[in-house]
């Protein structure tokens, strides 16, 4: 396929930036959705993408978003779930809103987005799905349970999608990070190296990494790299997995 048309959402920053802007290296046409209208543009215009400003908490902006693709390019072959927000918080002090939020943006968003690509992927039969989930789609943390909750439902998403795909050339799959050096992260880091009196190094391997076999944040080009690998033809049969990328964290 010469040219393949991606959706990437929350590609603004992090994770999603390094995934469309890779995508592009790639010779692909990406659109990059975020509700970050500045941030949006600004990775739009360095990257060579095609900016759509959308709230993914809103079931209309996933139709829009879908709807404007196909109208610029007739046609969507590729898309990546990534948009996502943390919130820490233990159970009996988590706000309801939030929960209903971090479902909508990061469990219903993607099956919304999934279920309006599917009829332009299957008249190409080909397609892929590639869901950003987290090590926290497998294992769970205390204060997170907005955040695991939606994720450990992206795997099912995912695990479902993939077996309706199979027979139309589409694949899903889930990618499971531990934790990114994104700036989210970074600035984490920040607020610990001043909280435990650490180093940013022992913040990195005291506190974020103390489970994990590689004492290293994992960038965004290296999750970006497998979505590439994810979306070509050798990843034909590679369908309905939770790809792990965590240090060794759940190797014990
Ligand atoms: P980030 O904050 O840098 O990027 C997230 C992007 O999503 C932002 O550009 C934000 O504007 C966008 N977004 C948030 N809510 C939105 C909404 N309602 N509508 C549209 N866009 C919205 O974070 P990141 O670290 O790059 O995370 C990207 C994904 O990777 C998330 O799903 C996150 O859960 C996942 N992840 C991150 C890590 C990590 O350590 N950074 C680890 C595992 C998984």
Redesign the pocket.
């Known amino acids: 396929m010469s040219e393949r048309i991606a959706i990437v959402?929350?590609?603004?920053?992090?994770?999603?930036?390094?995934i469309a802007t890779a995508l592009v290296q790639n010779g692909d046409s990406v659109v990059i959705?975020?509700?970050?209208q500045e941030?949006?543009w600004a990775t739009a215009t360095e990257i060579d993408g095609h900016f759509v400003q959308?709230?993914?908490?809103?079931p209309a902006?996933c139709r829009r978003l879908v709807d404007e693709t196909i109208d610029r390019y007739n046609r969507v072959d590729i898309l990546v779930?990534?948009?996502?927000?943390?919130h820490i918080d233990p159970i009996d002090q988590f706000p309801l809103e939030v929960w209903k939020?971090m479902l909508?943006?990061?469990l219903t968003?993607p099956f919304l987005l999934t279920k309006y690509v599917w009829s332009s992927m299957q008249a190409n039969a080909w397609g892929r799905i590639i869901n950003?989930?987290?090590?926290?789609g497998r294992v769970a943390s205390p204060f997170k349970s907005g955040?695991v909750t939606a994720?450990h439902g992206l795997i099912g998403l995912t695990r479902t999608a993939a077996l309706e795909g199979g027979q139309h050339g589409i694949t899903v799959n889930a990618?499971?990070?531990?934790?990114?050096?994104?700036?989210?992260?970074e600035n984490q880091i920040a607020d610990q190296t001043r909280t435990r009196q650490l180093s940013p190094q022992e913040v990195i391997e005291q506190v974020m990494l103390s489970p994990a076999a590689i004492k290293r944040?994992?960038t965004?080009e290296e999750?970006a790299a497998l979505v590439i690998y994810l979306c070509s033809e050798a990843a034909g049969v590679v369908t309905g997995a939770d790809w792990v990328i965590d240090l060794g964290w759940t190797a014990r």
């Open positions: 959402t929350g590609a603004a920053s992090g994770i999603g930036k390094a959705a975020d509700i970050d941030q949006g959308v709230d993914l908490l809103q902006a779930n990534n948009a996502g927000f943390q939020n909508a943006v990061m968003a950003i989930a987290s090590i926290h955040y994720k990618i499971c990070p531990a934790y990114v050096k994104t700036p989210l992260v944040l994992i965004s999750v």
